[in-house]
């Protein structure tokens, strides 16, 4: 029984001109394909932007036999044989190999003696074994962009000859995510339907339902990420929420948005509102009561509230401040009133003589040196005037101003 072919692949471009997208490297692929010599190639790009195609074309333009192989489908010892009186090896899913696997194919590029197209939607540069990567010319696809995929949208219908309104091709290409197999693939359901449902509105009502696609290991776990953590730097909640809801839907670890949400209370919100940060912790513990999907309901409120809080930096710039000093001119001995004298010898050799216990002292606080003699002076922490900060600073900004001293007897040296 034969089985029916699938749209996408019925539809795939026999030539450079039939291709759609990729306009940014479309003189590079032309390059390539009058070269003598085609060089070993890496594909990068999101899912269904191109890829395979791309690496056909180039080597059925190239002349010389070749072979596509999925890395998931086959191991290094059948690999082996299907190579055999090969000069071109397609490979889909580079990163599936593990990297023992990726240093099989080192001395063959090494050699000459095959040429490597593989392909990716994975960063590379985290994916693919240094000593690989460096044989391997890299070039990158990007998502098709709304008009290009209602052309591909349109080369479908044609092929179906089925008419599909403009206005639903335009529905079916924002749901296709920049992917042109799941537009070929909706425009082939629409195409079973009947014509008084191709309608948009009633389109929308017979679609099945679109599974956002999440790539936790690949670019766009990392993007949405930072656009959270940005947009919430940048105090706008819609812009957040946003980048929230795109990683709860693409299927994102919770406990990973927790841990993003919680990072961002303590370096960008800090001591603007140190509530921020016990907010975030209790949200993850919230989460892994509740569970998913309900999960998101306290994710959206500490989302909202780390954005609209006063935003203040100043304790995280100021410990990289002091990381600087220290991998710089190395750590300083610690004075020593400042030292415990636990033994009778400590104490013999001065730790902690000298010492005033602030508590002692009016408003719990005397003046005293605290940093190595040779950092006297030195500022790491610089407060800030946003939210809860300014008032946490004032206190210790006026005692330092009135250089207040004890009045009476100094206390005794306390060490503790």
């Known amino acids: 029984m034969s089985q029916k072919r699938p749209l996408a692949e019925s539809l795939r471009p026999e030539s450079l001109d039939d ?45 010389r036999p070749f072979v596509r192989v999925s890395a998931p489908e086959v191991g290094i010892t059948a690999l082996r044989k299907q190579i055999q009186d090969k000069e071109i090896l397609i490979l889909d899913e580079l990163h599936r190999y593990s990297k023992a696997q990726q240093d099989f194919f080192l001395p063959l590029l090494e050699t000459g003696e095959l040429t490597l197209i593989a392909t990716t939607t994975e960063n590379p540069s985290f994916s693919v074994t240094r000593q690989l990567l460096s044989r391997l010319h890299v070039l990158r696809l990007r998502s098709l962009g709304m008009a290009e995929l209602v052309d591909v949208g349109k080369r479908g ?49 017979r679609l099945p339902e679109i ?27 819609d812009a957040a929420l946003y980048y929230l809801a795109c990683l709860v839907q693409t299927g994102e670890d919770p406990r990973f948005i927790c841990r993003r949400l919680i990072l961002s209370a303590a370096e960008d919100v800090g001591l603007g509102d140190p509530m921020a940060l016990p907010l975030a912790v209790s949200c993850e513990q919230a989460v892994e009561r509740i569970g998913m999907p309900e999960g998101w309901i306290p994710m959206a409120e500490t989302t909202v509230y780390l954005s609209l809080a006063p935003k203040s930096n100043s304790a995280y710039a100021g410990y990289l401040a002091a990381i600087k000093e220290i991998r710089t001119n190395g750590p300083k001995p610690v004075p020593l009133h400042l030292r415990n004298a636990s033994t009778s010898l400590q104490k013999e050799w001065g730790y902690g003589q000298g010492y005033k216990y602030p508590h002692a002292y009016p408003e719990a606080w005397v003046e005293q040196d605290y940093l190595p003699p040779e950092l006297k002076g030195r500022v790491f922490y610089q407060a800030k005037t946003q939210g809860h ?20 007897k100094e206390s005794k040296d306390w060490t503790g």
């Not at 594909?43 to 890829?51: D, E, N, R, Y």
């Not at 206005?167 to 296709?176: D, F, G, N, P, R």
């Not at 956002?212 to 993007?223: A, F, N, T």
Request: glycine content about 10%.
């Open 157 to 205: 219908m044609e092929k179906l000859g089925s008419p599909i309104p403009e206005k639903s091709l335009e529905l079916l290409a924002t749901l296709s995510g920049g992917d042109a197999r799941t537009m070929l693939n909706l425009v082939e359901f629409a195409a079973g339907l009947e014509t008084k449902d191709l309608e948009p509105d009633q389109l929308k009502t």
């Open 389 to 408: 900060e300014e008032r946490l600073a004032l206190w210790t900004r006026k005692l330092k101003a009135s250089r207040q001293r004890p009045k009476g």
């Open 211 to 237: 599974v956002l696609r999440g790539d936790r290991e690949g670019d766009s776990h990392y993007e949405l990420a930072s656009a959270l953590i940005k947009s919430i730097r940048g105090s706008d909640p």
């Open 19 to 63: 291709f759609i997208g990729q306009s940014h490297f479309r003189q590079r692929l032309r390059t390539l394909m009058q070269s003598r010599d085609l060089p070993s190639l890496l594909l990068f790009g999101p899912p269904g932007c191109g890829k395979s195609t791309v690496a056909l074309l180039l080597a059925r333009h190239a002349g």
